[in-house]
């Protein structure tokens, strides 16, 4: 019991409403990106109703699947060494942990992808299956951007503002490219391949915060970040864009 009290305290701040700022922040990003990305309909009913997974699946994702898959392999890093080794190799065991977490949020994402297509009786057309994923990854880029926003907003716009504000668009970039992968992998049948993509390259997003701490500069962190989300883009909307192989 005492476990569902504070995660339910964790999840409490998720559903307060956001900054009006931050929502409009979270538009333009999705608007940039989606018009820079290959032509999806995202006013499908599948797409909708993915983008509502998502949002649902965003809050369980960080709340109570993320922690716990990291301090399991936390633990299970001690218990193969031990924790004086691990605590003092920060970057590798935060890699470990950064890739663990990104695991945790696409298979959820993946679970999401299935059980919208179950609900549109499993359609395997392309158009539908790019349509679902990018609603899956609106969904959860949408809700991550805007309460990333939401308290840096209510403190008012100034030049420290810029950082996140580019983190945030960035961010949505990666969520668009690998969730146009895992659509993409409903139709070529191959989730293990995309997973184990879309699983890299947000890990690596992840592992920015390994590297602010050890002490990169703000400036140097986000250079990386931009980097490997317009990797994560560019990567997924390649993969969408794809013609299929023949003889599938």
């Known amino acids: ?139 959860f880029a949408m809700y991550e951007s805007a309460t990333a926003l939401t308290p840096l907003l209510n403190l008012g716009m100034s030049g420290d503002s810029m950082i996140p504000i580019l983190r945030g668009l960035f961010q949505v970039g990666a969520h668009v490219g690998t969730g146009l992968m895992l659509g993409r992998a409903w139709v070529e049948g191959r989730y293990l391949r995309y997973f184990l993509i879309a699983t890299a390259l947000h890990g690596a997003l992840g592992y920015s915060a390994v590297l602010a701490i050890s002490g990169w500069s703000d400036g140097a962190v986000l250079v990386y970040f931009g980097a490997v989300g317009l990797l994560a883009f560019v990567w997924g909307a390649a993969i969408a864009g794809a013609r299929l192989r023949q003889g599938r």
């Open 1 to 139: 019991m005492d476990w569902i009290g504070d995660r339910w305290d964790d999840l409490e701040p998720l559903l307060q409403l956001p900054h009006w700022g931050a929502l409009a922040f979270t538009l333009i990003f999705v608007l940039f990106w989606t018009r820079l990305g290959p032509r999806v309909r995202i006013f499908r009913v599948g797409a909708w109703l993915a983008l509502v997974v998502g949002a649902v699946l965003f809050p369980v994702t960080v709340i109570w699947v993320q922690p716990e898959v990291q301090e399991s392999a936390r633990d299970l890093m001690i218990a193969v060494t031990d924790q004086p080794a691990v605590d003092s190799q920060p970057l590798l065991s935060g890699l470990a942990v950064a890739i663990v977490r990104a695991a945790g949020q696409e298979a959820l994402q993946i679970i999401g992808i299935v059980f919208v297509l179950f609900l549109l009786g499993f359609r395997g057309d392309l158009g539908t299956a790019l349509a679902v994923g990018l609603g899956s990854a609106l969904g």
